[in-house]
């Protein structure tokens, strides 16, 4: 059985349209360059990597 919005390898039908499911959590708000200090060196700060860009 298909369940609405979700498409298994066995569903063959292509009636349904498809829609994102989220991850569960919270969103992710930091840069990939933030997050990876964050994991190396232990700093947690806020990421204003977009403010500088402007």
């Known amino acids: 059985t298909c369940i609405k919005g979700h498409r298994s390898t066995a569903c063959q039908h292509s009636d349904r349209a498809l829609f994102v499911i ?3 959590g ?3 708000t930091q840069c990939s ?3 990876e200090l964050r994991k190396t060196q232990k700093i947690h700060v806020k ?3 977009n ?3 402007k």
């Open 26 to 28: 919270r969103p992710i």
């Open 51 to 53: 403010e500088k860009k």
């Open 33 to 35: 360059h933030c997050r």
């Open 47 to 49: 990421c204003n990597c």
């Open 22 to 24: 989220k991850r569960k």
